[in-house]
């Protein structure tokens, strides 16, 4: 008979389609297989950290997901799998809740540390943002969104809601860890949209978690 598992599961998301930001960005950070723009991803964060690596050997055996990102740090760890066929990547999460005995209402519930915009950014601040980016600039007088959230890698779905809602750039984002962070600047009324969107979809994961979690105490 099978056993919960020993670690806790804290981040596990779908991502139907990885915008082109968000997919380049994994892969500037990437030590694995690069995204292609419009993957399905998935993205598993759990603790202890050293216990995502029977994951990733659930999920690569299973399936014909490639690995995207891998982070073990302190206390979390994190795993990323892509593939352009959605069904292969729904399936890998499948396969790994099917081993682990877990159901995705196992997961965590998002917590918002920081949801902040500063409007018309200073020309100072917006240099010093530019230097935590991988790519875009910060330009003064642009709009600055900045999401801090527990578990970190719901910022991922997060941004992505956020990249297909406005015309907004990715300055930083970083899905692991205590907490994680996401950065995005643009023009006043592109920020709000995307800002909405990121806000929305974590309301939204949180609702199906209460109504997953209610339905099985019934």
Do not use: W
């Not at 056993?3 to 500037?28: C, G, N, V």
């Not at 959230?149 to 779905?157: D, G, I, M, R």
Request: with cysteine; glycine share 6%; charged share 25%.
């Amino acid at each position: 008979m099978s056993t919960k598992p020993h670690f806790e599961l804290r981040t596990l998301i779908f991502i139907d389609s990885m915008q082109p930001q968000l997919a380049q960005y994994t892969a500037k950070d990437n030590r694995v297989y690069d995204p292609a723009e419009y993957d399905a991803a998935l993205m598993i964060e759990i603790a202890p950290a050293m216990e995502i690596h029977g994951l990733i050997d659930l999920a690569l055996k299973a399936t014909g997901v490639r690995l995207g990102s891998v982070v073990t740090e302190r206390q979390f760890g994190m795993l990323q799998v892509h593939h352009h066929d959605q069904g292969e990547v729904k399936e890998s999460g499948r396969a790994i809740l099917r081993a682990t005995s877990l159901q995705e209402s196992d997961r965590a519930e998002v917590k918002i540390l920081t949801n902040k915009i500063i409007r018309a950014i200073a020309q100072d601040h917006a240099i010093m943002f530019t230097g935590l980016a991988k790519g875009n600039m910060v330009v003064a007088g642009e709009s600055v969104f900045l999401l801090e959230t527990t578990p970190a890698a719901y910022l991922t779905v997060a941004c992505n809601e956020a990249l297909k809602a406005a015309n907004v750039k990715l300055i930083d984002i970083i899905p692991y860890g205590a907490s994680g962070r996401l950065i995005m600047s643009g023009s006043e009324s592109e920020i709000d949209s995307a800002a909405e969107a990121a806000l929305a979809i974590l309301h939204k994961l949180n609702d199906e978690l209460k109504s997953k979690q209610e339905s099985q105490l019934r």
